[in-house]
């Protein structure tokens, strides 16, 4: 019911910097509300990144905030995160993240498909 486009991931150095951006987009009855993007490695839970809320508020990470910035164009559904001073700790799969909204409220959440981040030399 949610259709993601998402794009940036690949190899970096550490202390590079990389961009990825999402586009989400709905058939469905309703619109798109807040987007975030999260990141899993093998045999670990899923993380939060960062979230930006239908009304605007940003939450990040701990390991996130002061090194990642993101931001959305909510005309567009486009979600974009600027990621710089990489490590190798930031390796994972980065997941789009978006809220189905019906009537003022969020009423299901989707994922992406995911990109591969690597932070190596």
């Known amino acids: 019911q949610v259709q993601f486009v998402e794009s940036g991931g690949g190899l970096v150095n550490p202390g590079g910097s990389l961009t990825l951006s999402c586009t989400a987009s709905?058939?469905?009855?309703?619109?798109?509300?807040?987007m975030g993007w999260y990141r899993q490695v093998p045999g670990s839970q899923r993380e939060l990144v960062v979230f930006i809320a239908d009304g605007g508020a940003r939450n990040y990470a701990d390991s996130a905030r002061g090194r990642f910035t993101a931001s959305i164009d909510k005309t567009n559904n486009k979600l974009t995160l600027q990621m710089s001073a990489l490590r190798p700790e930031d390796t994972a799969v980065y997941y789009c993240?978006?809220?189905?909204?019906?009537?003022?409220?969020?009423?299901?959440?989707?994922w992406g498909q995911g990109t591969q981040v690597t932070v190596a030399s």
């Open positions: 993240n978006a809220n189905l909204i019906r009537l003022g409220r969020p009423v299901q959440n989707f």
């Open positions: 709905t058939s469905s009855r309703g619109r798109i509300g807040g």
